[in-house]
Nanobody, 124 residues
Framework: QVQLVDTGGGLVQPGESLRLSCAAS????????MGWYRQTPGKERDLVAQ???????NYADSVKGRFTISRNSAKNMMYLQMNNLKFEDAAIYYC??????????????????WGQGTQVTVSS
């Protein structure tokens, strides 16, 4: 199993910044793609940003130029620097990771894990 813990959410005013962190732990064999998603009540969970093991990046159009995703593979960590936050960025943010983990028998199998979510509130 691979566990993800996402932290760093909070209450900010429009134009301010936040940095989210995601820590992966468990019987990790590899972490390939990691990403941040967000969800508001009554809506689906949408991709915000994604980073592959090789460093390829993908951003939602609404956050391009304001958000920056990064990862520290040696520490199994991922970050989302969010600048110039807007009202519409308010949501619960979830980190996600895909890769291989070891079973009790030592066999690597695929996984997709999610963090518990961290609330970002943007209010004046």
């Amino acid at each position: 199993q691979v566990q993800l813990v996402d932290t760093g959410g909070g209450l900010v005013q429009p134009g301010e910044s936040l940095r989210l962190s995601c820590a992966a732990s468990g019987s990790i064999a590899s972490i390939n793609t990691m990403g941040w998603y967000r969800q508001t009540p009554g809506k689906e969970r949408d991709l915000v940003a994604q980073i592959t093991k090789s460093g390829s990046l993908n951003y939602a159009d609404s956050v391009k130029g304001r958000f920056t995703i990064s990862r520290n593979s040696a520490k199994n960590m991922m970050y989302l620097q969010m600048n110039n936050l807007k009202f519409e960025d308010a949501a619960i943010y979830y980190c996600s990771a895909e890769g291989l983990h070891y079973t009790e028998l030592g066999t690597p199998i695929a996984y997709r894990s999610w963090g518990q979510g961290t609330q970002v509130t943007v209010s004046s």
